[in-house]
């Protein structure tokens, strides 16, 4: 698939009114913010004929930027030298492509490299948003999208897709966006309740004393993004699978339970040491433990971490995996939240603390995390033409980096994208169906 750029520009927000809102002000990285991803992350859509033009598209991206106007700014710092994002509308990157073939004799859309030239580079980026509007022969149109992490999560990501939809439809944004990160105030006195030091954050100084060493034999082999299809029926048997210790409790979630079960069968393919210890790092979003609302727009994540040694996880059943999930998530509640704002608040400069988010390790064996996207609107992107019948992330060929998204058939169905080492495949294929 050769794709060709035909135009790239920058465009800017518009405004309703005749004075439009001052360039100087800026927003300061909320406390959440400073402890996620320093990237942009991409996704990829794809829409049937017809669909609308590159005008409407764009008048539509420029009105969700003036709600949004984040996206439309810079990262940067303010006097003190603290992170900050400048209200600047210095505007998102905006690239009009086409591809010489029709969609279908592109599909399958497959996670492999040839997605990266479906959306703009991600590093080196100055834009904290940028599209790329590519079609094909067909009169099919693929959206690849980028955003920088730091800016906002994936819920509020997702409601700004939704919003640049409806502005494309002429419909009024709704609901509007929660701007003000400055909520999250410390306690006074401070309670710091956990430890949040080697969980979130990590020492500066213990970072450049021992950085990530791969093993160099990992460093030869060869990572495939390997994409797995759960039905209906295989999430139903999996969760009561999952949930039948649990007596008269209530039962794990979808999530939950298929989770417990790749876990298990990630760790099985990789042949470790039943020695080791695996973890699992698991975001937790924080809007319904602070009662906030999911408009909301930033960073709202902390993350929860089970973990076992391997020889356990694989010997004890399904349901001991997903009790080990099911009971970190829940420790990570509406006391853990206060007092991981008490500690950023007071302890982070202090320490000289750096935030353990990274995504730019290859390799996280024998550990995984996973990005859920089953919550989130991703899927409710309608230019006017419908909603997407292709959505996934692009190709992140980071072993151990697991993403699991609605399946655009639209039944209930789950897709997971897994990257692992090819040589371990052939064990996850073989394992991946069976309910133990």
Same mark, same amino acid.
């Given at each position: 698939?050769?794709?060709?750029?035909?135009?790239?520009?920058?465009?800017?927000?518009?405004?309703?009114?005749?004075?439009?809102?001052?360039?100087?002000?800026?927003?300061?990285?909320?406390?959440?913010?400073?402890?996620?991803?320093?990237?942009?992350?991409?996704?990829?859509?794809?829409?049937?004929?017809?669909?609308?033009?590159?005008?409407?598209?764009?008048?539509?991206?420029? #009105?969700?930027?003036?709600?949004?106007?984040?996206?439309?700014?810079?990262?940067?710092?303010?006097?003190?030298?603290?992170?900050?994002?400048?209200?600047?509308?210095?505007?998102?990157?905006?690239?009009?492509?086409?591809?010489?073939?029709?969609?279908?004799?592109?599909?399958?859309?497959?996670?492999?490299?040839?997605?990266?030239?479906?959306?703009?580079?991600?590093?080196?980026?100055?834009? &904290?948003?940028?599209?790329?509007?590519?079609?094909?022969?067909?009169?099919?149109?693929?959206?690849?999208?980028?955003?920088?992490?730091?800016?906002?999560?994936?819920?509020?990501?997702?409601?700004?897709?939704?919003?640049?939809?409806?502005?494309?439809?002429?419909?009024?944004?709704?609901?509007?966006?929660?701007?003000?990160?400055?909520?999250?105030?410390?306690?006074?006195?401070?309670?710091?309740?956990?430890?949040?030091?080697?969980?979130?954050?990590?020492?500066?100084?213990?970072?450049?004393?021992?950085?990530?060493?791969?093993?160099?034999?990992?460093?030869?082999?060869?990572?495939?993004?390997?994409?797995?299809?759960?039905?209906?029926?295989?999430?139903?048997?999996? #969760?009561?699978?999952?949930?039948?210790?649990?007596?008269?409790?209530?039962?794990?979630?979808?999530?939950?339970?298929?989770?417990?079960?790749?876990?298990?069968?990630?760790?099985?393919?990789?042949?470790?040491?039943?020695?080791?210890?695996?973890?699992?790092?698991?975001?937790?979003?924080?809007?319904?433990? &602070?009662?906030?609302?999911?408009?909301?727009?930033?960073?709202?994540? &902390?993350?929860?971490?089970?973990?076992? #040694?391997?020889?356990?996880?694989?010997?004890?059943?399904?349901?001991?995996?997903?009790?080990?999930?099911?009971?970190?998530?829940?420790?990570?509640?509406?006391?853990?939240?206060?007092?991981?704002?008490?500690?950023?608040?007071? #302890?982070?400069?202090?320490?000289?603390?750096?935030?353990?988010?990274?995504?730019?390790?290859?390799?996280?064996?024998?550990?995984?995390?996973?990005?859920?996207?089953?919550?989130?609107?991703?899927?409710?992107?309608?230019?006017?033409?419908?909603?997407?019948?292709?959505?996934?992330?692009?190709?992140?060929?980071?072993?151990?980096?697991?993403?699991?998204?609605?399946?655009?058939?639209?039944?209930?169905?789950?897709?997971?994208?897994?990257?692992?080492?090819?040589?371990?495949?052939?064990?996850?294929?073989?394992?991946?169906?069976?309910?133990?």
């Amino acid at each position: 698939m050769k794709v060709r750029e035909e135009s790239s520009r920058i465009i800017k927000p518009s405004y309703d009114e005749d004075s439009p809102p001052p360039t100087t002000n800026y927003i300061p990285l909320g406390v959440f913010d400073k402890v996620t991803y320093n990237t942009h992350i991409a996704v990829i859509y794809a829409y049937r004929p017809p669909t609308p033009p590159y005008t409407t598209l764009e008048l539509g991206l420029q #009105k969700a930027l003036s709600v949004y106007r984040e996206w439309a700014g810079r990262l940067g710092q303010d006097d003190n030298g603290d992170p900050v994002i400048l209200l600047n509308d210095e505007g998102v990157r905006f690239v009009e492509a086409s591809v010489d073939s029709t969609l279908n004799q592109a599909m399958p859309l497959k996670p492999s490299e040839s997605l990266l030239s479906l959306h703009p580079r991600l590093k080196g980026v100055l834009e &904290l948003v940028q599209v790329q509007l590519t079609r094909f022969t067909c009169g099919a149109l693929v959206v690849g999208f980028t955003a920088h992490h730091l800016v906002a999560d994936g819920h509020s990501t997702s409601n700004f897709l939704v919003a640049w939809g409806q502005a494309c439809q002429g419909l009024e944004i709704t609901p509007l966006p929660l701007h003000d990160r400055a909520i999250f105030s410390p306690r006074n006195p401070p309670h710091f309740e956990f430890d949040h030091t080697g969980v979130e954050f990590m020492n500066k100084k213990v970072d450049k004393l021992y950085p990530l060493v791969t093993n160099f034999m990992d460093q030869e082999r060869e990572i495939v993004v390997h994409k797995v299809h759960f039905t209906l029926q295989f999430l139903a048997n999996i #969760k009561a699978k999952a949930s039948s210790m649990n007596g008269s409790n209530k039962p794990y979630s979808t999530f939950e339970s298929l989770l417990a079960h790749l876990w298990r069968v990630i760790t099985k393919a990789r042949a470790l040491s039943g020695l080791e210890t695996t973890q699992v790092r698991i975001s937790v979003n924080g809007r319904s433990r &602070l009662n906030l609302p999911n408009e909301y727009f930033g960073n709202l994540v &902390l993350w929860a971490f089970p973990r076992a #040694k391997v020889k356990d996880l694989l010997r004890e059943p399904l349901p001991y995996a997903a009790k080990l999930i099911h009971d970190a998530v829940v420790k990570v509640d509406k006391n853990y939240f206060k007092s991981f704002i008490d500690f950023v608040s007071n #302890k982070v400069e202090d320490e000289d603390l750096i935030a353990t988010a990274d995504m730019n390790k290859s390799v996280l064996c024998p550990n995984l995390e996973v990005d859920s996207w089953l919550n989130f609107p991703f899927c409710d992107l309608d230019f006017g033409g419908g909603c997407p019948y292709i959505f996934m992330p692009s190709y992140f060929p980071i072993e151990g980096m697991v993403f699991i998204l609605p399946s655009f058939i639209g039944d209930g169905s789950i897709d997971a994208f897994i990257p692992l080492f090819e040589d371990n495949l052939p064990n996850f294929k073989q394992n991946c169906y069976s309910i133990e």
